[in-house]
């Protein structure tokens, strides 16, 4: 079983920037499709970005086309999510989840193993 671990989240100011982190451990990532998602109070969890075993296909929710970008470092068993152009509406928890196929796949269940979380804040 993989243990997730997100870092970088925090307090930002609209239009700034963050870089999240999701460290993996207990298991390579490598073969295995790797996402992003956020959990806003009171609102659902949903998909942010997610990325395929190599890297070479990647899947945006259209909140965040073009300010967000989904990365990976399978050498270093890591995740990484760059967030530009912040908005208040981007304030969530920020979950990373590895998914249980290679291939790249915005279905909440096809996720099987999720982190704890990190926070970010935007405000205005």
């Known amino acids: 079983q993989v243990q997730l671990v997100e870092s970088g989240g925090g307090l930002v100011q609209a239009g700034g920037s963050l870089r999240l982190s999701c460290a993996a451990s207990?298991?390579?990532?490598?073969?295995?499709?790797m996402g992003w998602f956020r959990q806003a109070p009171g609102k659902e969890r949903g998909v942010v970005a997610t990325?395929?075993?190599?890297?070479?296909?990647?899947y945006y929710a259209d909140s965040v086309k073009g300010r967000f970008t989904i990365s990976r470092d399978n050498a270093k068993n890591t995740v990484y999510l760059q967030m530009n152009s912040l908005k208040p509406e981007d304030t969530a928890v920020y979950y990373c989840?590895?998914?249980?196929?290679?291939?790249?796949?915005?279905?909440?269940?096809?996720?099987?193993?999720w982190g704890q979380g990190t926070q970010v804040i935007v405000s205005s």
């Open positions: 989840a590895s998914g249980r196929a290679p291939f790249v796949t915005a279905y909440i269940p096809d996720f099987g193993s």
């Open positions: 990325i395929s075993w190599g890297g070479s296909s990647t």
């Open positions: 207990g298991r390579t990532l490598r073969g295995y499709a």
